[in-house]
Nanobody, 125 residues
Framework: QVQLVESGGGLVQAGGSLRLSCAAS????????MGWFRQAPGKEREFVGA????????NYADAVKGRFTISRDYAKDRLYLQMNSLKPEDTAVYYCAAALRTSGVVTTQSDYDYWGQGTQVTVSS
């Protein structure tokens, strides 16, 4: 069974930073393109950013471009989302996801095969 476990969420003031982490089972992590999504209260889940299987290519939603950075650590089988200059509108549950059917950057939710349980990020104004 594939498992993805997010951590690192919390409460932060606007302008602050957080780093989310996603721990993945080893076989999954190395074979998968990975992504981050978020869902704010009353809204649909949306794409945040993604990284290719080899870690060489990334893609970000316009809303977070220049503030968020995705990285992956193959030695630790972990995916990270560094979030800087946080805004109240970044408040959401953040999910990591794994796509096994492609090696490139994946931006579409339906192309992901496995999802974590989510971690709450709250940004106060």
């Amino acid at each position: 069974q594939v498992q993805l476990v997010e951590s690192g969420g919390g409460l932060v003031q606007a302008g602050g930073s957080l780093r989310l982490s996603c721990a993945a089972s080893g076989r999954t992590f190395r074979a998968a393109a990975m992504g981050w999504f978020r869902q704010a209260p009353g809204k649909e889940r949306e794409f945040v950013g993604a990284v290719s299987r080899d870690g060489m290519v990334t893609n970000y939603a316009d809303a977070v471009k220049g503030r968020f950075t995705i990285s992956r650590d193959y030695a630790k089988d972990r995916l990270y989302l560094q979030m800087n200059s946080l805004k109240p509108e970044d408040t959401a549950v953040y999910y990591c996801a794994a796509a096994l059917r492609t090696s490139g950057v994946v931006t579409t939710q339906s192309d992901y095969d496995y999802w974590g349980q989510g971690t709450q990020v709250t940004v106060s104004s």
